[in-house]
């Protein structure tokens, strides 16, 4: 167990439809990362969260949107789902905003049909 | 051109053998260089990182950074099928970027 928890860990839904992963990172880490990994395109950064504020975005799509709690957990919402988004999303989280020593968790997942 | 390459394999070796992973990559400003590890339908967990240029060593394993040719690689000396999984490599700008991975199979 990494510390990192994500839920749920699997998630078959309809295209067009929305969905909310969450991350609950490993106690202490203030920053959360989200990863979306599909068989051709490897592990993809979509977006950063640092104490509750965005700090990073990467190749996030507009019908995806992120934030973090003040108890520092995450959700990604995953609207208008095309078969495309199906692949394994991840969560992981630091202590700072080092870029080293993530602690990723078991991962999301999805399925569109 | 992506900016970090690593050919995915599949690679398969022999118990006991040495492997040898690499990443090529394209931005000299990543500083840190990590290698992690990740097991079929589970989360990438760090093996080992390095900063800059030079080589570190954790028991069967040494990660080599050789910045002027913009070029890293893992070894893993004595390899066990318990270390059959995929390897990525990663570096740092703002945000890890990550390799497209390489699946490793070490046949007992």
């Known amino acids: 167990d990494s510390g990192v928890t994500q839920t749920p860990k699997h998630l078959i839904t309809a295209t067009g439809q929305r969905v909310t992963l969450r991350c609950s990172p490993r106690?202490?880490?203030?920053?959360v990362y989200w990863y979306q990994q599909s068989l051709d395109q490897g592990l993809q950064f979509l977006i950063q969260?640092?104490?509750?504020?965005?700090?990073a975005k990467g190749n996030i799509l507009e019908r995806f949107s992120a934030q973090q709690f003040p108890d520092l957990h995450s959700e990604l919402n995953l609207s208008s789902l095309e078969l495309g988004d199906s692949a394994l999303y991840f969560c992981?989280?630091?202590?700072?905003?080092?870029?080293?020593?993530?602690?990723f968790g078991s991962g999301t997942r999805l399925t569109v049909v | 051109q992506k900016e970090v390459e690593q050919d995915p394999g599949p690679l398969s070796v022999p118990e006991g053998a040495i492997v040898s992973l690499n990443c090529t990559y394209s931005n000299s400003a990543f500083q840190y260089f990590m290698w992690y590890r990740q097991y079929s339908r589970k989360g990438p967990e760090l093996l080992m990182y390095?900063?800059?240029?030079g080589n570190k060593e954790d028991g069967r394993f040494t990660a080599q950074v050789d910045k002027s040719s913009k070029y890293i690689s893992l070894f893993i000396r004595d390899s066990q099928p318990s270390d059959s999984a995929t390897y990525l490599c990663a570096m740092n700008r703002g945000k890890l970027i990550f390799g497209q991975g390489t699946e490793l199979s070490v046949k007992p």
């Open positions: 969260y640092y104490n509750g504020e965005e700090r």
């Open positions: 106690s202490g880490d203030l920053s």
């Open positions: 992981a989280s630091s202590v700072g905003q080092e870029t080293y020593g993530y602690t």
């Open positions: 390095t900063y800059s240029s």
